[in-house]
């Protein structure tokens, strides 16, 4: 009993940390294109996502097996930003990050947030489970990055 996946918020959560964030973030980010520490300091990300956005987590047992980290800050803008997503690989292809996404965009809707955006790349696994969600895309001309929108 009790050994089973669970979500929770990064705040509430009384057994995990930025670090525990930060972590995890650092387990993941080799699958991101560019890699993340191509374009951030790790451990600033995972304080600045601590701090401002809404960290939203899967867990099992005292480790986090996903993340999904946004901006939903109404007193500033109309729309929300999705961050930094992603599901450990041994997790993957449950329904983990679609779960996370969906409330993600209802977190968004409850706070009245227009739109919601996010970016990735062209051969994310992300982009099939984006556009069934309904996000719009577009295509850099440049570059592999995607710009995603979902009208709320
Ligand atoms: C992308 C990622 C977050 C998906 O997490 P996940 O928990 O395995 O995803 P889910 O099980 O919720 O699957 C959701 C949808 O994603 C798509 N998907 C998931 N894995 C896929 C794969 N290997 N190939 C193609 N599509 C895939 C499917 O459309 C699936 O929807 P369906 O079950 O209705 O068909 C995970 O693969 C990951 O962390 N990847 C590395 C980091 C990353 O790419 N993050 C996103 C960057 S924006």
Redesign the pocket.
Known sequence: MGKTLKYGNLKEAEDFSTNDLYEFISS?EH??EPNLSYKVNLRDYAEKLSNLATVNICFYESKIV?VCAFYCTPDIYDYGF?S??????T???????????QDMIEHCRHFGMKTLK????KS?????????LGFKATYSLKDESVLLDLEL
């Open positions: 993941q699958y991101f996903g999705l930094f997503l992603s599901v450990e690989s997790y993957r292809n449950r329904g983990i990050a679609k779960k996370m996404v996010s970016s990735t790349w994310s696994k992300a982009m099939r489970m984006y556009m069934n």
